[in-house]
C-alpha cells in the first residue's frame, strides 16, 4: 500500500538533544612514525628470516657449506629498506587519508615488497656474492607483508579506540543540507572510527539550515560560515553545493581555509554513491565513469536471504528452549496473550503483522496517543521512555531485548531479515518527509546500524540517515560487523527501555 506523505507542517518533531561539544583533543604528531617502524621491521624481517633459514631450517636442510654470518647480509637488508621507503613514499602509503580501504594499504605493501625484492634479485646477480640464500629472500618478502600488515590492523583498532575517546576527532561543518550534504551526514555517523564530529550543517536555504537532523544542528544560512569556525573550533568544512554554484563554492573555500580549517569539495555528480561511480586518471585530470547499478541487486538479495535461513537453523535448539521460558514467565505474570502482533510497514511500503513477545499491558496501542502528547517525544520514533504500559517482565524483556525473538518468524517468512532498518508502523509513515521513505527500500530488519548506535536513544532523523547508508554500502561483512556489535550492546543495555 503505498502511503502519501502528510503536509510539512504536521511532522515537524519536538526539539531534538543537542551534541555537547566535548574539550578537542588531538593526537600527537606521528608523521615520521610510521616509516621509521616500516624501515625497523623491514631490518627485523632480515632477521628473523636468516634465523629461519640458518638456524632453523625450515623447508630445506642448509649443508654446512653454505652456513654464513649475518654479516654479509646486512648491506642488502639496508638496501631493502630504503626501497621499501621510497616505493611506499612515492606510492602514498603515508599519506594520511582517512577511510582508506585495508585492503589498498596492504596491496600498497605487496607491491613495494614484491618490487624491493625483484631489485635484491638483480643486486644478486649483478654481485654474485660467495654466500646468498635466494629461498631467505623469499622468507624475507613473507614476513615483511605479515608485519607490516599486522601494523596497520593494530593502528586502525588503536586509531578507532583513541577516537571513540574523543582523541584525534575532527569538528566537521557541513555546508549545504541537501541530498549530498545528508549522504556526507550519514557516513559519518555510522563509521565512528573514522574520527569525523559533525558539529552541524549551513545551507543556502534559510528555513532549511535552521532545522536540525537528529543531535546535528541546523546553524543557520552560509553567511554565518566564518563567525560558526570561530566559535564552534571547525577544523574540516565540508562543501556539498551544486556545482552550478562554482563561484560561491570558490567563496566559501577562501573563507574557510583563513579561518584556518581544512576543506574538502564534494561533486555532485548525479547525486550518486561512489560505488555507482568509477574514477579513472587522465594525466592528471580526474574522469569519472557512472555504471548506474545500484549495491543491493538480485544475487546480494539471495545471499542475505540465506545468510538468514542458515543462521535460523543454526539457533534453533537456543531458541526452543527460551521461547519456552520466556512464554511460562510472561503467562505466570499476568493475563493476557503472549505474542504481541503490530501492523508494520516493509520493503516498498508493504505491510505485515510484526510478531513480539507480550510487554506491555493488554490493549496498551489504545493509550500511545495520548503518552506521546504527554511526553512530548517525537511521534515518528519507536518507543517512549518510562512508558507505564510496560509489565516488570517486559521491562527485562525490552532490555534484553528477548522480546523481539519472535520476529525471526517474520524472518522465515520473508517479511523481515536479521539485519536491516526498523520496520515503522503505518502511523509512523504517514509524518515521514520524503526522504525519510528511502529507508523503505529494503526488506526491514531485527538489528541494524541504529541498533548498534545507540538503539532508542538515536533520533529519528539520525535513525534514518544510517538506514539509507546501509542500504547504499551493504555488504556481507557489513552485516556481519552490525551482527557483532549487536551482542555487547543488547547486553550492556544500551539505549534500552
Known amino acids: 500500500m503505498r502511503v502519501e506523505p502528510a503536509v510539512k507542517e504536521h511532522h515537524t518533531p519536538p526539539s531534538s538533544p543537542q551534541i555537547s561539544l566535548p574539550p578537542k583533543r588531538t593526537l600527537p604528531d606521528s608523521k615520521g612514525l610510521l616509516p621509521t617502524l616500516d624501515i625497523g621491521l623491514a631490518l627485523l624481517a632480515f632477521v628473523i628470516s636468516y634465523i629461519a633459514r640458518y638456524e632453523l631450517t625450515i623447508f630445506r636442510p642448509v649443508l654446512e657449506i653454505n652456513r654464513a654470518d649475518f654479516g654479509p647480509y646486512i648491506p642488502y637488508a639496508l638496501v631493502y629498506a630504503g626501497l621499501l621507503y621510497i616505493s611506499y613514499h612515492g606510492g602514498g602509503l603515508y599519506k594520511n587519508i582517512r577511510g582508506r580501504a585495508l585492503m589498498e594499504e596492504i596491496y600498497i605493501i605487496i607491491n613495494g615488497v614484491t618490487s624491493a625484492t625483484v631489485l635484491l634479485l638483480a643486486l644478486y646477480f649483478a654481485f654474485q656474492p660467495l654466500v646468498f640464500s635466494r629461498l631467505m629472500l623469499i622468507y624475507v618478502a613473507a614476513v615483511t607483508i605479515t608485519l607490516l600488515g599486522l601494523t596497520r590492523i593494530i593502528r586502525r583498532i588503536a586509531l578507532a579506540y583513541l577516537r571513540n575517546k574523543g582523541i584525534g576527532v575532527q569538528r566537521v561543518l557541513i555546508v549545504g543540507a541537501g541530498d549530498v550534504g545528508q549522504a556526507v551526514l ?229 517479511q523481515m531479515s536479521i539485519v536491516g532498518p526498523r520496520p515503522p508502523t503505518p502511523d509512523e509513515v504517514q509524518l515521514y518527509e520524503p526522504w525519510h521513505r528511502q529507508r523503505l527500500q529494503i526488506t526491514p530488519g531485527i538489528t541494524g546500524l541504529w541498533q548498534v548506535s545507540g538503539r532508542s536513544d538515536v533520533p529519528f532523523d539520525e535513525m534514518c540517515l544510517l538506514d539509507i547508508y546501509y542500504i547504499e554500502n551493504w555488504s556481507v561483512s557489513l552485516d556481519a560487523q552490525i551482527m557483532v556489535m549487536t551482542l555487547p550492546r543488547v547486553l550492556l543495555r544500551h539505549g534500552a527501555y
Open 186 to 414: 550519514r557516513v559519518m555517523m555510522a563509521r565512528k572510527e573514522l574520527g569525523y564530529h559533525p558539529i552541524g550543517f549551513v545551507d543556502e536555504d534559510p528555513e532549511r539550515g535552521n532545522v536540525d537532523l537528529g543531535r546535528v544542528k541546523g546553524l543557520g544560512n552560509l553567511d554565518n560560515l566564518k563567525s560558526l569556525m570561530r566559535k564552534h573550533q571547525v577544523d574540516l568544512v565540508v562543501v556539498t553545493l551544486p556545482w552550478s554554484q562554482h563561484d560561491r563554492i570558490l567563496n566559501l573555500v577562501q573563507i574557510a581555509r583563513k579561518g584556518g580549517a581544512e576543506v574538502r569539495v564534494v561533486p555532485d555528480v548525479f547525486q550518486l554513491n561512489m560505488r555507482q561511480v568509477q574514477v579513472e586518471n587522465l594525466d592528471g585530470i580526474p574522469l569519472l565513469g557512472v555504471n548506474g547499478e545500484a549495491v543491493f541487486q538480485g544475487t546480494s538479495r539471495v545471499i542475505k536471504r540465506a545468510i538468514d535461513l542458515i543462521l535460523i537453523i543454526l539457533a534453533l535448539p537456543f531458541l526452543v528452549i527460551i521461547f519456552a521460558i520466556t512464554a511460562l514467565v510472561i503467562r505466570l505474570e499476568s493475563p493476557g496473550p503472549i505474542f504481541y502482533t503490530q501492523r508494520r510497514v516493509g520493503e516498498n511500503g508493504r505491510e505485515f503483522d510484526l510478531i513480539k513477545f507480550r510487554s506491555m499491558i493488554p490493549d496498551a496501542d489504545k493509550y500511545r496517543q495520548q503518552l506521546v502528547e504527554e511526553s512530548g517525544e517525537d511521534p515518528r520514533h519507536p518507543k517512549i521512555k518510562n512508558d507505564p504500559r510496560v509489565t516488570r517482565v517486559g521491562q527485562f524483556l525490552r532490555s534484553s531485548s528477548i522480546d523481539e525473538l519472535p520476529q525471526l518468524i517474520n524472518v522465515l517468512r520473508g
